[in-house]
């Protein structure tokens, strides 16, 4: 039978921390057993292995161990929980908790959850749904990096932009975001498999960036050479604690927006003309 590489992780008092520091690795799933005990599995073994180092080193208080789950369905069971959330005008739905559509104000996206990160149930998905939404999309370009499930890509082609693309450079992410946008066939979006600070996508009117908060520093420079003059550029994935060192990163634009959700922090900043 095949089982799954996995760390069972008893979770100290930064959980919004380590949660955020999991994004650094290729995950499966996340079950929580209970607020403070975490089953995380790994796409591989190497991901688990580089990952229980890389945690042990940044968080002291956590205990680590190892196991390997058989599978028996528990992905599909873990998965089968996820219910539709509503964020403004946009409802995020997996494809078993379709709401019926009568108000024709409403938005109804569908993603499968699966491997590629972004089904709506993080904080920092969600704020950004808020900020596409804050803005009048339409005619405009858009470019999504780090897509994942690609849902924020497939929210702003519904809101009306005018071309949306959308890049990864996780493989499987993009895998997602296809599936997902093959659920959406009234959405229109290009991805691309490539990293922020390799691949040239033109620049675009408004570009989204839901990454971490050192990775929002080291691409500052990208991220703004991506965003057209006068253009948008919204930035989540950032913790409260972080957001004076992202701000300071992207001084030379102005910050026109700002939402905060847990310890999550969401900035939409203007490229001058
Ligand atoms: N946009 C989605 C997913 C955000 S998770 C949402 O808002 O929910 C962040 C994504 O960025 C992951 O899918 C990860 O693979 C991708 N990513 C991380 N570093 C990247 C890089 N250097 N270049 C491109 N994508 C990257």
């Known amino acids: ?12 008092a930064a959980s919004d921390l380590l949660q955020a520091a999991l994004l650094d690795y290729r995950i499966t799933a996340i079950d929580e057993t209970d607020s403070h005990r975490w089953r995380v599995v790994f796409a591989s073994p190497a991901d688990r292995d580089a990952a229980a180092g890389d945690l042990a080193r940044r968080f002291r ?14 992905a599909a ?22 709401p019926p559509v009568d108000d024709p104000a409403r938005i109804v996206i569908i ?18 749904l808020a900020a596409l939404q804050a803005l009048d999309l339409h005619g405009r370009t858009v470019l999504d990096v780090g897509t994942g499930s690609g849902v ?10 005018a071309r949306v693309a959308g890049i990864d450079d996780d493989a499987d992410a993009i895998e997602a975001a296809g599936e997902n946008l093959r659920l959406n ?23 989204a960036a839901n990454l971490t ?35 300071a990163a992207f001084a030379d634009l102005a910050l ?17 003309a």
């Open 77 to 98: 069971r873990s998965q089968a929980a996820v219910r539709a959330i509503q964020v403004g005008r946009l409802i995020v739905a997996p494809p078993w908790d379709l």
């Open 213 to 247: 908060g050192g990775l929002l520093i080291r691409s500052a420079r990208r991220l703004q050479d991506l965003t057209a003059p006068s253009g948008r550029l919204i930035l989540s994935g950032l913790m409260a604690h972080e957001e004076s060192g992202v701000r």
């Open 1 to 12: 039978m095949r089982s799954w590489p996995a760390l069972d992780i008893t979770v100290g």
């Open 185 to 207: 066939p009234q959405a229109s979006v290009q991805l691309r498999l490539g990293d922020l600070r390799s691949a040239t996508p033109e620049s675009s009117d408004v570009v």
């Open 61 to 74: 208080d956590l205990t680590i161990r190892f196991v390997d789950v058989p599978d028996q369905g528990w």
């Open 111 to 128: 993603i499968h959850p699966s491997m590629g990160f972004g089904t709506g149930h993080h904080a920092t998905t969600r704020l950004g």
């Open 256 to 272: 026109i927006a700002r939402a905060e959700e847990e310890e999550w922090v969401c900035v939409t900043l203007q490229r001058r």
């Open 152 to 161: 924020l890509a497939i929210a702003a082609s519904r809101l009306g932009a």
